[in-house]
T-cell receptor, first 115, second 111 residues
């Protein structure tokens, strides 16, 4: 149990376009979901935390108008990278958990390449 | 969140035990010690966690020092599929909710 999926696994887009990444908890209800970003040979950097039905809480330095997060249901959160630029190219990973005491389960990641 | 220190890299041979150390000298009484690992081009995978007592599961064992200022993740028989970056993370129960990743230890397993 505790499977988290992401879609798409890989996306290539042109500079200036917007890209939406979906994160789903397949066999549990996730009250909290997290979005991370990972550049090559670096560790994961937390971007934002979202609770179902509430606005996301962004980490310092992460532009909330550029990285739109929606957590509309207990099994789905979306990250939209608006007006993407080459420097937004990265590996985006979501994670989810049932409650505050629960383990965080991670998705397989989405590789975004902006040309 | 309290900080952890891990070696940048370690090597092991297949079918031999691996001991991955983690120092967390500023750990507080409510910090749980979590271990995750990340295989290449994948999201992190939960391995194990503990508070004070040693813990075992099907993936690994976690040995926690008596003063809790260090811990060791033990893979009893390394396989090539265990090659990954291993992250030791402190997470406060009932307080800060975020998992903050450090640089981790890159484990190479030689055939």
């Amino acid at each position: 149990g505790a499977v988290v999926s992401q879609h798409p696994s890989r996306v290539i887009c042109k500079s200036g376009t917007s890209v939406k990444i979906e994160c789903r908890s397949l066999d549990f209800q996730a009250t909290t979901m997290f979005w991370y970003r990972q550049f090559p040979k670096q560790s994961l950097m937390l971007m934002a935390t979202s609770n179902e039905g509430s606005k996301a809480t962004y980490e310092q330095g992460v532009e909330k108008d550029k990285f739109l997060i929606n957590h509309a249901s207990l099994t789905l959160s979306t990250l939209t990278v608006t007006s993407a630029h080459p420097e937004d190219s990265s590996f985006y990973i979501c994670s989810a958990r049932r409650g505050a005491q629960d383990t965080q389960y991670f998705g397989p990641g989405t590789r975004l390449t902006v040309l | 969140d309290a900080k952890t220190t891990q070696p940048n890299s370690m090597e092991s041979n297949e079918e031999e035990p691996v001991h991955l150390p983690c120092n967390h000298s500023t750990i507080s009484g409510t910090d749980y010690i979590h271990w995750y690992r990340q295989l290449p081009s994948q999201g992190p995978e939960y391995v194990i966690h503990g508070l004070t007592s040693n813990v075992n599961n099907r993936m690994a064992s976690l040995a926690i020092a008596e003063d809790r200022k260090s811990s060791t993740l033990i893979l009893h028989r390394a396989t090539l599929r265990d090659a990954a970056v291993y992250y030791c993370i402190l997470r406060k129960q009932g307080g800060s909710e975020k998992l903050v990743f450090g640089k981790g230890t890159k484990l190479t397993v030689n055939p």
